[in-house]
């Protein structure tokens, strides 16, 4: 069951990154990925490649997340070469900006904010950004110690496909495993927010100090985190 985002959290933490280390980009290309649409593949790495470089987890958290309400706290965030990772299930976060898919009658969940927003003030686009949801700060863990904020370049990896996307908002203190609509059709997952997602297998790798700037901008979402997937696999 998704829960709703913590902006505000999000809008501190946004604050609190402003200074960090950005991979500029002035192109801006966001294609809307429709529920119907066939997932495109993103780049030339290979999801097995990925996970097999990823290996086995030494652990960066403090503690253990849940992936849903009422479930148990298994799922640690994991320390790779210049990112970190997790593995976990996959709920749907169709907040943002309102569309034909995510809106308040397709989503009883549904918030018309992100943590995080656009240069121009408009909140982010569930439906044509792929983004991942991040756990709030906590004493498990701070994505802020690990060079992670609004539009860290992120790879999601699910069965044999590669999503890239950008961190986008903010989720609860004790719960992992969520992204947004685009980031589902993707990666051919069901991107129903009432009762899509998938219930495990997913794994969420998000390179540290790297982020794209404007970060609705995912044409450098994809550019930067193939560069640095090949990196992490020694080929770049």
Known sequence: MRVQSLTLAGAA??????????????TSTTGRPGSSAAPVREGSVRAADLLAKLGGCTAVSHGRYRSDDGTRADIPVCGAPDAVFWTADMDIDCDG???PSCNS??????????AFQQPDGRYLSAETLPYIVVP???VIWDYRDHGIG????????YRDRVQYAVVGD???QGI???ASYATAVGLGVRPDPRGGGTPSGVTYLVFKNARVSPIQD???AVAAGERLARKLLGDG
């Not at 009658?105 to 992100?114: A, N």
Request: proline letters at 11%; glycine letters at 8%.
């Open 13 to 26: 933490a946004a604050a609190l990154l402003a200074s960090a280390p950005v991979l500029l980009s002035t």
């Open 97 to 99: 900006r309102a569309g």
């Open 105 to 114: 009658r397709t989503d009883p969940l549904f918030s018309e904010s992100t």
């Open 136 to 138: 709030a700060p906590s």
């Open 150 to 157: 609004p539009g860290s370049v992120a790879a999601v990896i």
């Open 170 to 172: 903010i989720g609860p």
């Open 176 to 178: 992992i495993g969520e």
């Open 218 to 220: 995912h044409a450098a």
